[in-house]
């Protein structure tokens, strides 16, 4: 199985070195040195680790081959891949691959069924699970414990404890004003 590891972009330096943003909870494992990646687009690749470092909070790689500032910025915006055991999970057991997600029945605790994962969208800030409803329409549910409160891959399911709002167009709206306007002030 492949998963996105890492997007590259732009170059850093002179000497072939590239920033990279992460899309691994094991960058010391997927992206060291050694490691050889497939691309997407695949003409670009596959390439091979040289070293790697951190600089000012960012992770800066050099491939082989790659030695100036041209050749690096070519790479830019390519998407590294690794090749992984379809059946090896993450380390840590509250953590999932995308592929363990997808198409995952999406579950209210009380057994509404809101729909399925067909997409996971990785943000910055937070993941987002793209939910495809029975009706063929979307709705977004961000991947945090809060709202997603169990993923069970034996049953397939993701159960989710929405707020008002997330699943329908029905938010509950509460402010002041609307206090004030309630007392009959």
């Given amino acids: 199985m492949q998963l996105v590891v890492a997007r590259i972009g732009r170059a850093h330096g002179i000497k072939g070195e590239v920033t990279?943003?992460?899309?691994?909870d094991e960058p010391e494992l997927r992206l060291a040195p050694?490691?050889?990646?497939?691309?997407?687009p695949a003409s670009a690749?596959?390439?091979?680790?040289?070293?790697?470092?951190?600089?000012?909070?960012?992770?800066?790689l050099r491939f082989a081959g790659v030695r100036d500032r041209n050749a690096a910025e070519a790479l830019r915006?390519?998407?590294?891949?690794a090749d992984v055991d379809p059946d090896e999970s993450p380390e840590d057991e509250d953590e999932y691959y995308d592929?363990?997600?997808?198409?995952?029945?999406?579950?209210t605790a009380d057994g509404t069924v809101i729909g399925r994962i067909a997409e996971i969208s990785?943000?910055?800030?937070?993941d987002l699970f793209?939910?495809?409803?029975p009706d063929g329409s979307e709705v977004l549910i961000p991947f945090v414990?809060?709202?997603?409160?169990?993923?069970?891959?034996?049953?397939?399911?993701?159960?989710?404890?929405?707020?008002?709002?997330?699943?329908?167009?029905?938010?509950?709206?509460?402010?002041?004003?609307?206090?004030a306007e309630d007392d009959g002030a």
């Fill in 20 to 24: 990279v943003e992460v899309r691994t």
């Fill in 34 to 40: 050694g490691a050889v990646l497939a691309t997407d």
């Fill in 45 to 60: 690749g596959p390439l091979t680790i040289e070293t790697g470092r951190v600089h000012s909070g960012r992770l800066l």
């Fill in 77 to 81: 915006n390519i998407l590294l891949i």
């Fill in 99 to 107: 592929h363990q997600l997808m198409d995952l029945d999406v579950v």
């Fill in 122 to 126: 990785h943000l910055p800030s937070q």
């Fill in 130 to 133: 793209i939910v495809e409803r």
């Fill in 145 to 179: 414990e809060e709202i997603v409160t169990e993923i069970d891959l034996e049953e397939q399911r993701a159960v989710i404890d929405p707020p008002p709002g997330l699943i329908d167009d029905r938010a509950e709206i509460a402010s002041a004003r609307d206090a």
